[in-house]
């Protein structure tokens, strides 16, 4: 087939070939960027956390006295340990999705010039790794004399565990074990290193800082209390929870339950990750809106060309013309004018994510999403110029003759 005629047609509607492409081009750039935000969002709330989300619940208490903490720990441990079906109760400083951070810029000289990056600490009590359920992958487990008293957010000098990702972003390609870090002037040393712990409030850092966390055995005392971590079987956990939740009224009259925080880990996770959700559907619900909207817009234009084009169609059909040639015209014009609107959706996609960029802690647009776009539209473009093409295409030639 000629392509010399068409571009010939296309030049005599400039306007209206000009205003098609445009669409198509914000129907490109709107849906690169939207499904990346979607797989984006999508692999943020299916993060693994590290930990046994499933056997774990949180406590969280406020508004007790700072000079109260130890009693209030000792109080409290004893009693939600007489729960039935509790599997173990220690302090701890926050839990995965639980979104009170300790977060922290550390640096792997004591000068502080090599600075690695703004990471997460767990303080955590006795009995609190294990009950985590987390992964040891190298290096060894807490020992009860690594359990130091909290001076300011964690312990000053201290033995720690990093995640497997913060260790290869802090030293990479040697072994971390025995490696130092420090925050200021306190001091800490790698003595092991587990598979995964997710940050308290994942994303704030970015994608590649989810799992940027550090375990500090810490002695539950007057700067560590309040904060507790339950463990229970699946099965038990919410009666567990809401036996715990009743029971601190009795234990723990001088304190507010927090009911937002004090929940399982599961449903903090969902809490967390609602909003993204929800975002997530949106996008799909615009994707949805722009590819009818577009497909409409082929549909129309094509239909009104068609139309206008009877008399050309019969004479061509007289001269010799198939169905096939006639139906081949249509896609291949629609085909270009796809091609000029995906070419430009290309540019502005790259525009509106550094846009993006600006305002969302987001990564630059990966080059694959933009074939992906292409395909889509090339495809739907071909799907809705198909009826109008095939109207066209049974046009006969004697309608060439009625004309005259």
């Known amino acids: 087939m000629l392509i010399r005629p068409i571009f010939a047609s296309l030049r005599k ?72 079906g509790m599997q173990s109760v220690s302090v701890i400083s926050a839990v995965p999705f639980g979104g009170f951070a300790n977060n922290a810029g550390i640096a792997t ?45 964690v312990p000053d000098d201290a033995l720690v565990w990093v995640t497997k990702s913060l260790a290869d972003h802090a030293w990479p390609g040697v072994d971390p074990l025995g490696k130092e870090f420090w925050v200021g002037k306190p001091h800490f040393r790698v003595a092991g290193v587990v598979a995964h712990l997710a940050r308290p409030a994942p994303g704030e850092g970015g994608p590649s800082t989810i799992d940027w966390s550090v375990f500090v055995p810490s002695q539950p005392g007057a700067h560590f209390a309040g904060s507790y971590l339950l463990r229970a079987s699946p099965a038990q956990l919410p009666r567990v929870l809401r036996d715990a939740r009743a029971a601190i009224a009795r234990i723990a009259p001088d304190a507010v339950l927090d009911t937002a925080a004090s929940q399982s880990v599961t449903n903090l996770r969902e809490s967390f990750f609602q909003q993204d959700g929800s975002m997530a559907r949106i996008l799909l619900g615009v994707i949805a809106a722009m590819l009818l909207v577009t497909a409409l817009g082929i549909v129309g234009l094509a239909s009104f060309w068609v ?94 003759t009625r004309s005259v």
């Open 13 to 84: 509607h400039r306007l209206a070939t000009f205003l098609i492409a445009m669409e198509i081009a914000l129907a490109c750039a709107v849906l690169c960027n939207a499904c990346f935000l979607i797989v984006n969002r999508v692999q943020q709330i299916r993060i693994h956390s590290g930990v046994d989300e499933s056997a774990l619940a949180a406590i969280r208490l406020t508004g007790f006295d700072d000079g109260q903490g130890v009693d209030l720990n000792a109080r409290v441990l004893s009693g939600l340990a007489k729960v039935p």
């Open 109 to 153: 000289d004591a000068a502080g010039k090599q600075f690695a990056g703004v990471v997460n600490f767990y303080s955590g009590g006795p009995g609190s790794f294990k009950a985590l359920g987390l992964q040891l992958i190298a290096g060894r487990l807490p020992q009860d004399g690594d359990y130091q008293p909290v001076i300011h957010f």
């Open 307 to 400: 139309a206008q084009r009877r008399r050309q169609i019969g004479i061509r059909r007289a001269l010799g013309a198939t169905r096939g040639d006639i139906l081949r015209y249509f896609q291949t014009e629609n085909f270009l004018i796809v091609s000029l609107g995906i070419a430009l959706g290309m540019l502005i996609a790259y525009v509106l994510n550094a846009v993006l960029m600006e305002f969302y802690e987001l990564p630059h647009l990966p080059l694959y999403y933009l074939p992906i776009g292409a395909f889509a539209l090339w495809a739907l473009g071909q799907l809705a110029v198909l009826g109008p093409a095939l109207r066209a295409s049974h046009v006969p030639p004697v309608v060439a």
